[in-house]
């Protein structure tokens, strides 16, 4: 079985920063995209970056300058350093974690909420 936890999330004022981490555990072998989604009321999880195992990373437009993916693969864990937060950043933000094998695997997820 194979637990994926984030942790970081919180309230901010607009300008600020939080920094989210995620740690996969348990039956995981080995781990290729690891990878950060959110999802504000009302509207569809969206891609916000994501990171292979040799540190190519994507990310969306709207975050592109202001979020940093980054990760540890000694320790199965992604970090999300997000900085110059705004409102329209505010949502539930998911780790996602794709095995070696091609599973996929989701965490809990930790709101994210940005004060104007």
């Known amino acids: 079985q194979v637990h994926v936890a984030e942790s970081g999330g919180g309230l901010v004022q607009a300008g600020g920063s939080l920094r989210l981490s995620c740690a996969a555990s348990g039956a995981i072998f080995s781990i290729n995209d690891m990878g950060w989604y959110r999802q504000a009321p009302g509207k569809p999880r969206e891609l916000v970056a994501r990171?292979?195992?040799?540190?190519?990373?994507i990310y969306a437009d709207s975050v592109k300058g202001r979020f940093t993916i980054s990760r540890d693969n000694a320790q199965y864990t992604v970090y999300l350093q997000m900085n110059s937060l705004k409102p329209e950043d505010t949502a539930v933000y998911y780790c996602?974690?794709?095995?070696?094998?091609?599973?996929?695997?989701w965490g809990q997820g930790t709101q994210v909420t940005v004060s104007s």
């Open positions: 990171i292979t195992s040799g540190g190519g990373t």
């Open positions: 996602n974690v794709k095995s070696g094998g091609g599973n996929a695997y």
